[in-house]
């Protein structure tokens, strides 16, 4: 069994910063990539970054110069660095990997999520 935990989220005002975490565990033989995605109240879930495990990173134009995605390969563990918060930040956020379990094809796995508020 496999598992994606986050964690990190909070109440905080706007300008401010949080840090989230997402720990993958269970029978994982190996790690592609990884990503954070988030989902507002009625809206569609959206990208917000991603990792390769060389460590190439994308983003959303929207969090670009505010966010930072990084990755700890040794403890199977992904962050997100959050700066600058905005009220349209506010959102579930959900780790995404793409692993091998072994003996088993590539598979996509998601954490439920952790959710992040900024207020005004």
């Known amino acids: 069994q496999v598992q994606l935990v986050e964690s990190g989220g909070g109440l905080v005002q706007a300008g401010g910063s949080l840090r989230l975490s997402c720990a993958a565990s269970?029978?994982?033989?190996?790690?592609?990539?990884m990503g954070w995605y988030r989902q507002a109240p009625g809206k569609q879930r959206e990208l917000v970054a991603t990792?390769?495990?060389?460590?190439?990173?994308n983003y959303a134009d929207s969090v670009k110069g505010r966010f930072t995605i990084s990755r700890d390969n040794g403890d199977n563990t992904m962050y997100l660095q959050m700066n600058s918060l905005k009220p349209e930040d506010t959102a579930s956020y959900h780790c995404?990997?793409?692993?091998?379990?072994?003996?088993?094809?590539?598979?996509?796995?998601w954490g439920k999520g952790t959710l992040v508020t900024v207020s005004s």
């Open positions: 995404h990997a793409n692993l091998y379990k072994l003996g088993y094809s590539p598979m996509d796995y």
């Open positions: 990792i390769t495990t060389g460590g190439t990173t």
């Open positions: 269970g029978s994982i033989w190996r790690i592609n990539a």
